[in-house]
């Protein structure tokens, strides 16, 4: 079972038996505070979960050299880069790396990367963030990354979500923690929904991260 956008609607005003309009109407903020308790949840499912549906890969090419390259939008989290031929490379502190490259004339393969301001004013097309490498290559190269992206959430465009079809709990759980901070309920309320969302989340984990991430004829099947 999975919950749509509409179904996960209604089902927060049932739990909440909540169906006003000051909860379900748009305000001057042009959301529904019962969407914006949806929105909520999936920000913080997406920061506090490593969901296999996220990940992603990509190849970026950064120039002879130029030790920068700007960090594609859908980027969420760096979770490894290594050049096409196979060698990671380690993720270092800027500051790190501008120690190890004081002379910017010195170039070679890269080994380190990290991140670095543009200096550029911040908008929703540009976060001003590049990555930085060390040592500045020395010709053309080509990186696969792997990363974790921020999905599109549910909304009245779009019904369904990895999230809500799979797990529904998850998403009906957090979303009630947000919707009881809105109407400002009791402590015991609020627990009882948080409680109810770290279990269902801990289970959904260990589905995303160990089940699905373990080889059965290397590791064997797993148990509990």
């Not at 909860?23 to 019962?34: D, L, M, N």
């Not at 369904?160 to 759980?173: E, H, K, Q, R, W």
């Given at each position: 079972m999975?919950?749509?956008y509409v179904?996960?609607?209604?089902?927060i005003?049932?739990?909440?038996?909540?169906d006003?309009?000051?909860?379900t109407t748009?305000?001057?903020?042009g959301?529904?505070?019962?969407?914006?308790?949806?929105e909520?949840?999936?920000?913080?499912?997406?920061r506090?979960?490593?969901?296999?549906?996220?990940?992603?890969t990509?190849?970026?090419?950064?120039?002879?050299?130029d030790?920068?390259?700007?960090?594609?939008?859908?980027?969420?989290?760096?979770?490894y880069?290594?050049?096409?031929?196979?060698?990671?490379?380690?993720?270092?502190?800027?500051?790190?790396?501008?120690?190890?490259?004081?002379?910017?004339?010195t170039?070679?393969?890269?080994?380190?990367?990290?991140?670095?301001?543009?200096?550029a004013?911040?908008?929703?097309?540009?976060?001003?963030?590049n990555?930085?490498?060390?040592?500045?290559?020395?010709?053309?190269?080509?990186?696969?990354i792997g990363?974790?992206i921020k999905p599109?959430?549910?909304?009245?465009?779009?019904a369904?979500?990895y999230?809500?079809?799979?797990?529904?709990?998850?998403i009906?759980?957090?979303s009630l923690?947000?919707?009881?901070i809105?109407m400002?309920?009791?402590?015991?309320?609020?627990?009882r929904?948080?409680?109810?969302?770290?279990?269902?989340l801990?289970?959904?984990?260990?589905?995303?991260q160990?089940?699905?991430?373990?080889?059965?004829?290397?590791?064997g099947?797993?148990k509990?």
């Amino acid at each position: 079972m999975g919950l749509t956008y509409v179904q996960l609607k209604q089902a927060i005003q049932d739990w909440t038996e909540n169906d006003a309009s000051e909860f379900t109407t748009a305000t001057g903020s042009g959301k529904a505070p019962i969407d914006l308790c949806i929105e909520l949840a999936e920000d913080r499912i997406q920061r506090e979960s490593d969901i296999n549906n996220f990940r992603k890969t990509t190849t970026i090419i950064i120039s002879a050299n130029d030790n920068t390259k700007e960090v594609p939008q859908d980027v969420y989290v760096t979770r490894y880069m290594k050049l096409q031929t196979g060698e990671f490379l380690e993720e270092k502190d800027d500051t790190f790396i501008r120690e190890y490259t004081q002379n910017s004339a010195t170039t070679g393969t890269p080994k380190f990367f990290g991140y670095t301001s543009t200096g550029a004013a911040y908008s929703s097309s540009n976060r001003r963030v590049n990555y930085l490498f060390g040592p500045v290559p020395s010709v053309d190269t080509t990186l696969e990354i792997g990363y974790t992206i921020k999905p599109t959430g549910l909304s009245s465009t779009n019904a369904n979500t990895y999230v809500g079809d799979f797990a529904p709990d998850v998403i009906l759980y957090a979303s009630l923690v947000e919707a009881s901070i809105f109407m400002k309920d009791t402590g015991e309320k609020l627990q009882r929904y948080q409680g109810l969302y770290d279990r269902s989340l801990q289970t959904f984990l260990a589905q995303e991260q160990l089940r699905k991430r373990t080889d059965e004829f290397i590791k064997g099947e797993i148990k509990g």
